[in-house]
């Protein structure tokens, strides 16, 4: 837990930089910190008039405070202690201070610790990792929308909001915003409840420069959330800021999503992430053990990669847990205790997952062709079209990248593999057989 002094220490500082001394002695320095817990911060203040002003113009930088530099917001309760009284001089000063300054800081929500410096590049998000650095360098104008999709826990919230640090950086006075789409749900419907929407507007139209907002999979059924998003995004657009998105899926692929969003989401860049290969596992647990002084040999590490291989965050979950096991027992980090410790989550649990061989074997059979004609280059409508459903399958029942089954695919490009998603996706829509194959097909492959 953080110290609460040390807390305080920082806070006090914070506002000696962009106070007066006489605001700063009068309303800051009366103030000490009595309690801090996960998630709030208990100050004493010496009569209600402090507490009423606190509350009213600065409570806001005491949560900007502690997301800058602690990554998570801590909420000040104030209590009054004494029974002191400023005069009506040193309230006009204070007020005075906040206009001259301008003290009252746009809260981005961003974590400091999310930054292209912490963020390990694999083959599986390269791509989206040099478009997000292009962003940074020409904010609304290159690939505007950005949008990274991709399965849970692989890196898409990390990479969003490196961006709007490193926007920040560059240009410390952007005005950037970080949200998720249940809070920009929420803040809308109550915007409605209390009347406020033309504040809701100002605050996501013009008083930002960057907007990110995470998992917009959600505004799915959403009808009134989506005519309200649709109007912020092309005020947004026309006005050249920068909008960054994320979502598990294509914008295409989301049920009761409305064409004209879908449409606005292609104007700029799609880019997938995908689940990490092997080299990168290992790359990202060895800068895990890095970042927090933990030597731990290059064996074990290696065999907690080959073990979780499905997301990030379960990744380094596991070494988490590597790590209580090693110092519950009293030993050394070794090969076998990291096979002890991980057995409980996957040792009874191992299912063989499929593979791109599996489908390629399995829909071959099934439409009675040779695997290498599907790996071949042939161009005949009956291998073609088989080879287009085993590649569909191939990103449909796996987390594997584009250009990976394009690899097993003979060696094809990705854009092949993209193509033959795309069309297969759209064709079971309209065609009943086609439809009725690709489902026997994952019937059967998900259940041998």
């Given at each position: 837990?953080?110290?609460?002094?040390?807390?305080?220490?920082?806070?006090?500082?914070?506002?000696?930089?962009?106070?007066?001394?006489?605001?700063?002695?009068?309303?800051?320095?009366?103030?000490?910190?009595?309690?801090?817990?996960?998630?709030?911060?208990?100050?004493?203040?010496?009569?209600?008039?402090?507490?009423?002003?606190?509350?009213?113009?600065?409570?806001?930088?005491?949560?900007?405070?502690?997301?800058?530099?602690?990554?998570?917001?801590?909420?000040?309760?104030?209590?009054?202690?004494?029974?002191?009284?400023?005069?009506?001089?040193?309230?006009?000063?204070?007020?005075?201070?906040?206009?001259?300054?301008?003290?009252?800081?746009?809260?981005?929500?961003?974590?400091?610790?999310?930054?292209?410096?912490?963020?390990?590049?694999?083959?599986?998000?390269?791509?989206?990792?040099?478009?997000?650095?292009?962003?940074?360098?020409?904010?609304?104008?290159?690939?505007?929308?950005?949008?990274?999709?991709?399965?849970?826990?692989?890196?898409?919230?990390?990479?969003?909001?490196?961006?709007?640090?490193?926007?920040?950086?560059?240009?410390?006075?952007?005005?950037?915003?970080?949200?998720?789409?249940?809070?920009?749900?929420?803040?809308?419907?109550?915007?409605?409840?209390?009347?406020?929407?033309?504040?809701?507007?100002?605050?996501?139209?013009?008083?930002?420069?960057?907007?990110?907002?995470?998992?917009?999979?959600?505004?799915?059924?959403?009808?009134?959330?989506?005519?309200?998003?649709?109007?912020?995004?092309?005020?947004?657009?026309?006005?050249?800021?920068?909008?960054?998105?994320?979502?598990?899926?294509?914008?295409?692929?989301?049920?009761?999503?409305?064409?004209?969003?879908?449409?606005?989401?292609?104007?700029?860049?799609?880019?997938?992430?995908?689940?990490?290969?092997?080299?990168?596992?290992?790359?990202?647990?060895?800068?895990?053990?890095?970042?927090?002084?933990?030597?731990?040999?290059?064996?074990?590490?290696?065999?907690?990669?080959?073990n979780v291989d499905s997301n990030i965050r379960e990744l380094e979950g596991a070494l988490t847990r590597v790590l209580a096991y090693a110092a519950m027992n009293g030993e050394e980090i070794s090969v076998n205790l990291a096979a002890k410790a991980l057995f409980a989550l996957f040792g009874s649990k191992a299912e063989k997952k499929l593979t791109i061989e599996d489908i390629i074997t399995h829909v071959a059979k099934y439409f009675k062709i040779t695997v290498e004609d599907i790996k071949g280059s042939k161009r005949v409508k009956n291998i073609v079209y088989?080879?287009?459903?085993?590649?569909?399958?191939?990103?449909?029942?796996?987390?594997?990248?584009?250009?990976?089954?394009?690899?097993?695919?003979?060696?094809?490009?990705?854009?092949?593999?993209?193509?033959?998603?795309?069309?297969?996706?759209?064709?079971?829509?309209?065609?009943?057989?086609?439809?009725?194959?690709?489902?026997?097909?994952?019937?059967?492959?998900?259940h041998t």
């Amino acid at each position: 837990m953080i110290n609460k002094d040390e807390f305080w220490a920082g806070v006090t500082q914070y506002f000696k930089e962009i106070l007066s001394e006489t605001s700063f002695n009068n309303w800051v320095a009366p103030v000490k910190p009595t309690r801090i817990t996960d998630n709030t911060i208990t100050l004493s203040v010496p009569n209600n008039l402090l507490k009423q002003q606190w509350e009213k113009n600065l409570s806001g930088y005491i949560i900007q405070f502690s997301i800058e530099h602690y990554g998570f917001e801590l909420t000040p309760i104030f209590i009054v202690v004494g029974a002191v009284s400023p005069d009506n001089f040193l309230v006009n000063t204070l007020q005075n201070d906040i206009e001259i300054h301008n003290v009252t800081p746009a809260n981005s929500n961003l974590n400091p610790s999310y930054t292209f410096d912490t963020f390990v590049v694999g083959e599986e998000n390269k791509m989206a990792n040099g478009a997000a650095l292009a962003v940074c360098d020409n904010p609304g104008k290159t690939y505007n929308p950005f949008l990274i999709y991709g399965g849970v826990g692989l890196g898409k919230t990390h990479l969003m909001q490196a961006i709007g640090n490193e926007i920040k950086r560059n240009n410390p006075a952007a005005r950037i915003k970080y949200v998720t789409t249940e809070t920009f749900m929420n803040e809308y419907v109550s915007s409605i409840t209390y009347n406020t929407t033309e504040k809701f507007k100002r605050m996501y139209r013009d008083d930002i420069d960057v907007l990110l907002i995470d998992d917009i999979q959600f505004f799915s059924n959403k009808n009134r959330i989506q005519e309200e998003f649709f109007h912020t995004f092309n005020a947004l657009f026309n006005a050249g800021k920068q909008i960054v998105l994320t979502c598990d899926r294509l914008p295409n692929n989301i049920d009761n999503l409305e064409d004209r969003l879908i449409s606005r989401f292609k104007w700029g860049l799609s880019t997938d992430i995908t689940p990490p290969d092997l080299e990168t596992r290992i790359a990202i647990l060895r800068r895990k053990a890095l970042n927090d002084n933990l030597d731990i040999p290059s064996e074990a590490l290696t065999y907690i990669a080959n073990n979780v291989d499905s997301n990030i965050r379960e990744l380094e979950g596991a070494l988490t847990r590597v790590l209580a096991y090693a110092a519950m027992n009293g030993e050394e980090i070794s090969v076998n205790l990291a096979a002890k410790a991980l057995f409980a989550l996957f040792g009874s649990k191992a299912e063989k997952k499929l593979t791109i061989e599996d489908i390629i074997t399995h829909v071959a059979k099934y439409f009675k062709i040779t695997v290498e004609d599907i790996k071949g280059s042939k161009r005949v409508k009956n291998i073609v079209y088989p080879r287009q459903i085993a590649m569909y399958l191939s990103r449909e029942l796996t987390d594997i990248s584009y250009p990976k089954i394009g690899e097993d695919f003979g060696n094809k490009n990705h854009t092949t593999v993209m193509h033959a998603y795309e069309k297969i996706d759209e064709t079971i829509k309209t065609d009943a057989k086609i439809k009725q194959d690709v489902e026997e097909l994952k019937q059967q492959l998900t259940h041998t």
